[in-house]
């Protein structure tokens, strides 16, 4: 599989990377019930397809994504053969809700759990999940306590998720900010205006998720099957699935299928070839329940989209 270098000090990933929030099971924003052993099963198909890096989070599952990747990558040798990305920011009360929290405190407490419920001396990278919006702590000391992470030897390299130019370049006073984690995908691409030309300008690599937007772009997804998601699956209240929004995405799904049929592609690798293509991306996030599902998608790593193509999916965009 192709790699690329994450930014200026980080190392070289494949252009695919496996992305564990389906698989941490029913919580309050999760996609309902996972089979673990199908999940170890997709992950280890990853792997063995030349994918290196897992990206996952503590509140994904309230930690059980973290302990399903630690079991998957058991046989590897993490840090080596494959990297563990995960996250900070995002915790949880006894009762599911779900809420921010970057203190200093915090991280180093979240960053201690997490490395137990992994089984890993070190995270090999770090990402705020999401700007701290409700304790006021200013991002600087946020950032600065993930430093010391990395001078404890806790953790190699240092990124963000979902931070605007404003934020990153506050961090990228104190320590250089070794990844972006933006959403990406035909449906949502405001990154492509700011903050991925702000990585590629200051060598930061840029890690883009939901490139098949939560499986709007898979081709599979309908208002039938909607109808028929558990209870607990977060895309039965997303905004993105609600109407009028869903007949819009739809019709651009179409529109979009047709383009794959005629490059003999499947819609999932063409989704995920076009976020790959987008210039400054080091590499695409993908998920998958199983190992069929996998295989649906490791074609796009290898298809490359000329100008032709890439100015008629902005077409059927507008």
Known sequence: MRSAPLGSNGPDLSVLGFGTWAVGGPWRYGWGEADDDASIAAIRR???AGVNWFDTAPVYGLGHAEEVVRRALAPYRVGEDVFVFTKCGRRWRDNGDVYTDLRPDAI???CDASLRRL???RIDLYQFHWPDVMTGTPVEESWRAMVELVDAGKVRWLGVANFDVSLLERCEHIR???????PLSLLSRYARSETIPWSL???TGVITYSPMASGLLT???SRGRLDGL???DFRRSAAPFQEPKLSQNLALVDRVRTVAGRLGTTLPELAVAWALAVPGVTGAIVGARD???VDGWLGAADLALDDGVLAELEQAID
Do not use: K, T
Request: hydrophobic fraction near 30%.
């Open 176 to 182: 250089h900010v070794d990844s972006l984690q933006p």
């Open 46 to 48: 990853a792997v063995e």
């Open 291 to 293: 190992a069929e599902q």
């Open 219 to 221: 081709g599979s997804f």
């Open 119 to 121: 089984g890993v001396d």
């Open 230 to 232: 558990p209870v607990d």
């Open 201 to 203: 300008d200051h060598g």
């Open 108 to 110: 180093r407490e979240e």
